[in-house]
C-alpha cells in the first residue's frame, strides 16, 4: 500500500519542510492538490509551487499532483516542467477536453497519467481510457476541502475497477483520496486500493510517522 500525504494539509508558511517532513516521516509519495477555482470551489497552488517543492525534496521523491482543473490540456506542461512524476486529471471534463490526447500528451512528456473520478461519477466514465493510464483516483470525498468525511459508498466503484483490471490483466494503481485515516484504510485495502492520500490524518497527526505505518499496514 502506497500512502501519499495530501500538502494540502501542511502548514503553508513552511512548505519545502513540509514537503521533506513527509518523506522523512516514511511517505512513499506527496500528493499535489492543484485547484483553480472553477473546477472546484477552492484555489490552492500551481506549478511554481510544485517546483519548489521538488526543489524542496530532491530529484528522487515521488510528486504525484492531482489537477481539480478545468483546462488541463492547456496547463500540464507547467507541471511537467515543474518536476512532477504523475499527473492525475478529471474524467468529468470528458466533452469538453480530448481527455485521450491529454492523457497520451502527458505520457509522452514522459510523466504517467491518471484520471480521477468524483464521488458522483460512475466508474464507467473512466472505461475508455483505463488502456491509456497509469492510475484511477477514485475521490473519496467532494474535491475541494481538505477535512471532510469519507464517503464509504465509493469503495463499490473501486471493487469494480479492481475486478476490471484484474479480469482484463491491466495494471494501473487505483487511488482513493478523501477523509482517510487509521479507520478507514482496511476498507480501502480490502476494496482493492494500492494508494491512498492522507491530509489532515497524516499532516496534522502527532507523529507522522505512526500515522503512515498504521494506513500502510492496514
Ligand atoms: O483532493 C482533496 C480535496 O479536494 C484531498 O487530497 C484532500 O486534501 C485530502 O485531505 P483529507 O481529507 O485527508 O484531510
Redesign the pocket.
Known sequence: MLIAP?L??ADFTQIGNEARRAFIAGADWL?L?V?DGHF?D?VSFGPDVCAAVRRAVGPTAFLDA?L?ITAPDHYYPRFVKAGVNLICIHAELDGQVDLSATLRGIREAGVQCGLAVNPATPWEACLPYLEAVDMVLV?S?V??????SFMGEVLDKVRALAAWRKEHGASFLIQM?????AEQAPLCREAGADCL??????FRAKSMSDAIMTMRNA
Open positions: 495530501s494540502l494539509a500528493h492538490d485547484m472546484v477552492n492531482h481539480m475521490m470525498v474535491p475541494g476541502f481538505g477535512g471532510q483520496d478523501g477523509g482517510i485515516g492520500v492522507a491530509g489532515s490524518s497524516t
